[in-house]
């Protein structure tokens, strides 16, 4: 940029000469000499003004690149309460439309704010050099112009944080649609998704149209101060040559200067309108950067590194999202989980039976009490360590784009093939794998689209065996298999991993039954433990519920025997056996 700089002051000092030598003297050879000079001086300053908008492109996607991956590092490093405070169409838009706006003004930074004021300054000097009285206009000019810059400036950045917020509308709105597009499809919302969205993008035109409409009077503005002081400059700087203290070829080169001054003054002050604009998305992408994760590890001297089993304690444990005291959603949970033991977690629906598991791999910390996993305080382990030991098929299943191995891989990047169709064949899903014309490496689509609920599910618990984790914790992650495949399931859990806890939260008796302890919990406090039978005779809510789905208002925990039923035909008649 400094010497694209140099070559281009240095054209208007060599056609002043040209002016007042070459054609004043009526000297050819000067004038092309002169200008063959010149004309060089010109495609060097070309060669240095590609290399610069060369490398500054360059560094402009390196930054990119570094800055998106640096905030994606962050967010992978988050806890569950950390993106909490975020939605996710949020965090898409700081990676994607934030950033790209902050890499635009980043590559004119790096070229502008070399250039112009390298260029004013030299430009400066030779208009000095050249004549005093006349470089004071533009002096007297540059004041007004930053003002109005700051001023303007000043009203325009709450519209652009406004417009950046509606953009993660926009993105929510979409993000909802295509997740849920086949739910849109069946329900025929079509429209009333389209008109949902049409709302959302009519709000982000009209947040950018009150934003840009500040910012559309800074180039008249710029251009305006700049033509009155170049017609200024011609009409003082044309008297003077009228009476002789300035010759043309000065006054020409002295225009080309004054030219060169104001249109490094109009950049810098784009510059600055484009601070305003992407001062916003800064701020958002440091709020993300800025965010530390409530969870950490301990320092690597103290930490655990390894489960030694996969015993659980709760020592009078509570919790409430947000770190709100006022709202628990857990209250003083004592109890003791031995290892290798099945455990039962059973509930109504916003019992915080999802919220209790989520504690032992510590996606949540608790508010109050202390949980131990093999003995030691959850605190105490590296998050790594504790993790890999804890395996969790949550509520909703989640595969990603890739082969069916290459998904049941995540559970051990290590594992062969031998030990992939071993889980498999222990989650139930060997057989409707092997169904398929490739196997295992049957490529799904993005979430698993091309595979059933069921089969999603089986996956996923293949996946956590996959791990050969301490502690196994299903959270109804049989919901939508018929019962006697998870039967099938609960059998080979049993029979493979005896020495691996097992925590299973369900809905369906039949589920949990077979459990060495059973957990009721009724609004986030502990109502009962014991056996099925003992839960049966001592505990309401567990009674209820098993009778609830005995006389079919719920999962039948038992297929009714019809054996000594009449049987008959459509036209009444008996059917004999």
Known sequence: MIGEVCMEVSIPFIMAKIIDIGIAGRDIPYVTKTGLFMVGLAVISLLFGCAGSFLAAYSSQGFAKNLRQRIYCKIQGFSFSNLDKFSTASLVTRLTTDITMCTNVYQMLI??????????????????????????????????????????????????????????GLNASVQENLVGIRIVKAYVRDEFEFKKFEKAAGQLCNAQYRAEKIIIWMIPLMQLVMYLTMSAVVWFGGHKVVFGTMSAGQLISFFAYVTQILMSLMMLGMIFVSLVMVRASVGRIKEVLSEESDIRSPDAVNAVTELKDGSVEFRDVSFGYNNRYDNLVLENLSFKIESGQVVGIIGGTG????????????????????????????????????????????????????????????????????????????????????AFPDGYDTELGQGGVNVSGGQKQRLCIARALLKSPKILILDDSTSAVDTATEGRIRTSLRNIAPQTTKIIIAQRISSVKDADVIFVLDEGKLNGIGSHEELLRDNKIYREVYESQQQGSGDADMVPDVSDRKQVRPDGTDIVD
């Not at 002096?139 to 953009?167: N, Q, V, W």
């Open 111 to 168: 070229r502008i704010c070399i250039r112009s004021p390298f260029m004013m300054i030299a430009g400066c000097l030779m208009a000095f050099r050249i004549n005093t009285e006349l470089a004071v206009i533009f002096l007297i000019a540059i004041p007004f112009l930053a003002a109005a810059i700051l001023l303007l400036s000043t009203f325009a950045h709450p519209r652009f944080l406004k417009m950046m917020k509606t953009y993660d």
């Open 351 to 434: 019992s915080s039976k999802t919220t209790l598991i989520s504690l032992i791999p510590r996606l949540y910390d608790a508010l109050s009490g202390m949980i131990f996993v093999g003995g030691q305080d959850v605190r105490n382990y590296d998050l790594k360590a504790l993790r890999d030991g804890v395996a969790l098929v949550l509520q909703k299943n989640v595969l990603f784009s890739g082969t069916i191995k290459e998904n049941l891989r995540w559970g051990n990047p290590d594992a062969t093939d031998k030990e992939i169709e071993m889980a498999c064949q222990a989650a139930d899903a060997d057989s409707f794998i092997k």
